[in-house]
């Protein structure tokens, strides 16, 4: 049995140093065929130059395509921001954000949405045209307590695709009623 046991850890020692052989052989084959693949790559790219790659039809789209993304609207407001100063709660408040389309195609408003829903803007239904002027109606209910801050996004085809508006107005509480019997 003792010369048994010696017979197998020969063997398993030249089986282990057999795959070790075979594993190292492995690596260099595959680090071979992989600089092979490599200087093929870089032979077969740099065969062409890039300028001889570009086709006139190409560039000429571009051209046009880079054309018509210079043809924006741009909404120039007069105001962003409009102050009501101190108000009684419950008194209706509106204004007028003016704006101009300083762009060159025209601007189409497709939403203007409020904060809150005291807050009503009325954007013009009709396109405006390049170097037109255009009114943003902004109804307030006059609802809130003291300090009260509300914005307007407005979307529209602008690049930036949206404005933020702003209204503001200090809200006081109508006059107390005072205490006891009224006669």
């Known amino acids: 049995m003792v010369g048994f046991k010696k017979s197998v850890g020969a063997y398993n020692k030249n089986y282990s140093l057999i795959l070790e052989k075979q594993i190292l052989i492995m690596k260099r084959i595959t680090t071979i065929l992989s600089l092979i693949m490599v200087v093929a790559l870089t032979s077969v790219s740099c065969k062409d130059k890039a300028s001889k790659k570009i086709v006139a039809d190409n560039v000429e789209s571009a051209v046009d395509r880079d054309e018509a993304d210079k043809m924006v609207p741009v909404m120039a407001f007069e105001k962003v921001e409009h102050d009501f100063g ?3 709660r419950g008194a209706a408040q509106e ?15 497709t939403d203007a949405k409020s904060s809150c829903g005291c807050t009503v803007p009325n954007p013009p239904k009709d396109p405006i045209a390049p170097g037109e002027t255009g009114e943003l109606l902004v109804k307030f209910n006059g609802s809130g307590q003291n300090q009260v801050t509300k914005t307007i996004t407005v979307t529209a085809n602008t690049a930036k695709g949206s404005e933020i508006l702003r209204i503001k107005a200090f809200v006081q509480a109508p006059e107390a009623m005072p205490a006891g019997p009224v006669k």
Not at 95 to 109: K, M, Q
């Open 86 to 88: 101190t108000i009684q």
């Open 95 to 109: 204004t007028v954000f003016s704006f101009t389309n300083t762009g060159n195609a025209p601007l189409i408003i």
